[in-house]
Nanobody, 120 residues
Framework: QVQLAESGGGLVQAGGSLRLSCVAS????????MDWYRQAPEKQRELVAT???????NYADAVLGRFTISRDNAKNTVYLQMNSLKPEDTAVYYC??????????????WGQGTQVTVSS
């Protein structure tokens, strides 16, 4: 199986920056897509940014130009650098990967989430 551990959330003032990290561990054969999602109170979970194993990225319009997703394949780690944070970025941020454990089928795996709070 694949386990995900997120870190880097916290409280920051508007205009500030945070960097989220997510490490995948376990018996991993390969990791394809790595994503960050977020869910604000009383709202649906939404995709924030995606990065493929080739390094292609895609961003939600709301974060384009402010957030940067990257990954270190050697460390099975994905990062989300968040700059110029706004109060509306406040949410629980979840790491997601599409990965194949050894001797098993490709599956979707989620982290526990890390809280990001942006004060005005």
């Amino acid at each position: 199986q694949v386990q995900l551990a997120e870190s880097g959330g916290g409280l920051v003032q508007a205009g500030g920056s945070l960097r989220l990290s997510c490490v995948a561990s376990g018996s991993i054969f390969s990791i394809n897509i790595m994503d960050w999602y977020r869910q604000a109170p009383e709202k649906q979970r939404e995709l924030v940014a995606t990065i493929t194993n080739d390094g292609d990225t895609n961003y939600a319009d709301a974060v384009l130009g402010r957030f940067t997703i990257s990954r270190d394949n050697a460390k099975n780690t994905v990062y989300l650098q968040m700059n110029s944070l706004k109060p509306e970025d406040t949410a629980v941020y979840y790491c997601h990967v599409r990965a194949q454990p050894r001797f098993r089928r490709v599956g979707d795996y989620w982290g526990q989430g890390t809280q990001v709070t942006v004060s005005s």
